[in-house]
């Protein structure tokens, strides 16, 4: 924060960058920009700190030498937290998270950069509060949940999930044939009466398919994910770190080919329902 030192939020709300701690608001590119200039003036300060040599010299030695065997440290990355210097250890697929040391929001840049750096990003609208509101609106009428659905310290735990997603394109042409029949029956006197009406139908067309969500995250199930759409990508906007900022994030670890196994899937069953809605 510019006004208190304070690690400021991306608000739900107002779309900005607010301090928790004195409610100091700046746009979301003016934050982005500072934290800029505030890298490059730290790396300038390291590189004339350590040209002038007057740091101490102290030749620590371990108490134990104990290292990490290999293969227990696969999947897991050392990040250091820029408020209090902490290293935080977390996984590899982690985007952002809390420094446990000062609780300090943090970023993994390093994970968002290269072929790694979302496009898009759509911010979150509703914040922590009304998340609480719509969970306990839910509890309500069902007397036999267990007592940790309700704990306060539980649902306090309720974080801003970003989850990343692929997204499809696609344009199809279609042609179906369809083994239609109409059946009639009616009575004559004692006798029933049965009359069976065969019909070839064919359909075809073309059908063109925008930003098809596909789930990038092997931990986020897919049929859940699906199950909250559609998403307004007209609220989406073009990706910056800052609106990880008091969310948590996670990077994407299914690759475009095994999503779009995904995507095709769903292509096709949308076309056969398409196409199969205008057979009556």
């Not at 609480?132 to 309720?158: C, Q, R």
């Amino acid at each position: 924060c510019p006004a208190c030192g304070g690690a400021m939020e991306f608000d739900s709300k107002s779309q900005k960058m607010k301090c928790p701690y004195c409610d100091t608001e700046i746009a979301v590119e003016e934050f982005q920009k500072m934290q800029e200039n505030k890298q490059q003036t730290a790396s300038d300060g390291v590189y004339s700190e350590n040209q002038s040599g007057s740091q101490d010299k102290v030749d620590w030695q371990a108490a134990n030498d104990n290292q990490w065997a290999e293969g227990e440290t696969d999947g897991m990355r050392v990040y250091v937290c820029e408020s209090c210097g902490g290293e935080i250890i977390a996984e590899e697929t982690t985007g952002a998270t809390t420094c446990p040391y000062c609780g300090n929001r943090v970023v993994m840049k390093g994970q968002f950069s290269g072929d790694q750096k979302p496009d898009y990003v759509i911010p979150f609208k509703k914040d922590k509060k009304a998340a609480k509101a719509a969970y306990y609106s839910h509890l309500k009428g069902k007397p036999f949940l267990p007592k940790v659905f309700k704990d306060e310290n539980h649902i306090d735990e309720i974080k801003g999930v970003y989850v990343p997603f692929w997204l499809f394109d696609a344009d199809t042409k279609s042609h179906f044939m369809y083994d239609a029949r109409n059946l009639r029956v009616w009575e004559n006197g004692d006798t029933e009466y049965t009359e069976h009406e065969h019909y070839l139908v064919e359909r075809g067309g073309s059908v063109r398919f925008e930003r098809i969500p596909a789930d990038g995250s092997e931990k986020m199930d897919d049929t859940l994910m699906e199950s909250i759409e559609p998403f307004d990508f007209s609220e989406a906007v073009p990706f910056t770190p800052a609106y990880l900022a008091g969310f948590v994030a996670d990077r994407y670890d299914v690759d475009m080919e095994e999503c779009l196994e995904r995507a095709k899937e769903r292509i096709t069953s949308s076309a056969e329902t398409v196409f199969g809605n205008t057979v009556t």
